[in-house]
C-alpha cells in the first residue's frame, strides 16, 4: 500500500514535468523592458520569454538583461548577478552584460569580480565609458586611487558631459588629499547638472575634508553643500549623516543630534547615523553615550573604519591610550592609506611616551596626506621631544608653506628662533 500510495504524486510530478513551458504572450515582451521600474510584474513576463523554446537567442538575452537589471533595482544582487551571467553564457561579447555585471559585484562589495568584469566590457568595448565609470568605482573600494583617476578620466575623454564621471573622480582626489582638484571636478560636475544632489554632497565631503586636514576656511561651505543636497533629494540619508558630522565639527551640537537622530529614526541599522550622533555626544563631552554609538555603528558594519577612528578620540579623551591604539589599528587593516588614522595614531604613541613610534606613524600620514599640516606639526614636535632638531625646523616649515596662517608651526618657529 505505502508503494502504491506514493506512485500518485510521482506520477503527477511526472506529467507536470512533461508539460511545455507557457509560451510567452504578445505583451510579455513590454513588461519585460519595464522590469527595471516594474521588477514585481517584469519578473514574470521575463520568466515567460526565457523559458519559452520559440523565442530567439537574442530576445531570450534581453529578457535575461532585463530581469537582471529588475533584480538589481531591487536590491537584489545575487540573483542579478545570475541573469547577468546567463546573459553572457548566450551572449560572450556583451559589454553591456559584464559591465552591468560588474555594477551588481560592486554593489556586493566584491571589487576584485567587479574589477574584472568591467575589464571584459572595456575590452570588448573600449569606448564605453559606463564601464570606465564603474571600474573606477570598484578601484576606489580598493583603495587604489590612481587606477580611478585614470578610469573616470577616461570616461570623461569618451563623453565630456558625464556628471557622474567628474564626481566620481572628485571623490578620488578627496581619498588622496587633493582637496582643491576635488572641489574642481565636483563644481564641474554640479554645473552639467544643477539638480546632482549626489555631486553637491560630495563637494560638501570635499569642503569638509579640506577644513579638516588643512585647517583652511569654515566649516560652512560643506553645511552649505550638505544642505543644499538635502533640498534637492531629502531622501539621501547619508546627507544628513555628513551634515550632521559638519555641524558637530562647527560646535553647532544642537542642530548635528537631530539631523543624525533623523537617519536613524529612518534606518535603524544605518551605522552612519550612529556614527554622526556619536560624534556629537563626544562634542557634547558626553563619552559614555558617544562609544555606545560607535559601537553601534561597528557592529552594523564591522569595517566601519572612520567609526573606529572616532572611538578612538573618544577612548584618547577617557585616557584609555591602549583602547585607543587598538580602534586606531583596526581602522588602518580597514584602510591602510587613511592618513588620518595614522596621524590620530600617531598621537597616541606621543601620550604614551613612544616619540619614536609617533615619528613613523606621522610620516605614514604625511605620506598618504601631503597637504595634512597638523601631521607635519605633530611629527615636527617629535623630533623636538627626540632632540632632532634640523627635521623638526623643516616639518615646521612645510606646514607654514601650506597654510601660513597656521599658528601652531608659526608659533613653533618662534621658539627654535625662525
Sequence with gaps: MAARGSGGPLLCVAILLAMPALAATSGDRGECAASADKPDVGFEACSR???????????????????????????????????????????????????????????????????????????????????????????????????????????????????????????????????????????????IDPKYAFGFGQRGHALFRKRLITKKSGWEPAIADYSEAIRLDPNLLWLYSSRGVAYSNNRQYDLAVPDCSEVIKREPKNAAGYNCRGVAYEGLKDYGRAIADYDQSIGITPKNGVAYWNRDNAYLALRRVDDAIRDYDQAIAINPKDFNAFNSRGKAWVAKGDSSRAVTDFTQAIQFGPSYVEAYNNRGLSYVVLGRRAEAIADFHKAQAIDPADPTSKQQLRVLGF
Design 49 to 191: 520569454i526565457i523559458g519559452d523554446a520559440s523565442v530567439s537567442v537574442a530576445q531570450r538575452v534581453t529578457a535575461f538583461k532585463n530581469r537582471g537589471r529588475g533584480s538589481f533595482n531591487s536590491k537584489n544582487y545575487d540573483r542579478a548577478i545570475v541573469d547577468y551571467g546567463e546573459a553572457i553564457k548566450l551572449s560572450p561579447k556583451d559589454a553591456w552584460a559584464f559591465a552591468h555585471r560588474c555594477e551588481a559585484y560592486e554593489s556586493k562589495g566584491d571589487h576584485d569580480a567587479a574589477v574584472a568584469d568591467c575589464t571584459e566590457a572595456i575590452r570588448i568595448d573600449p569606448k564605453y565609458g559606463w564601464a570606465y565609470n564603474n571600474r573606477g568605482v570598484a578601484y576606489y573600494g580598493l583603495h587604489e586611487y590612481d587606477a580611478a583617476l585614470a578610469d573616470h578620466a577616461e570616461a570623461i575623454r569618451v563623453d565630456s558631459g558625464d556628471a557622474w564621471a567628474y564626481a566620481r573622480r572628485g571623490m578620488a582626489w578627496t581619498e588622496k588629499g587633493e582637496f582643491d582638484q576635488a572641489v574642481a571636478d565636483l563644481t564641474k560636475a554640479v554645473t
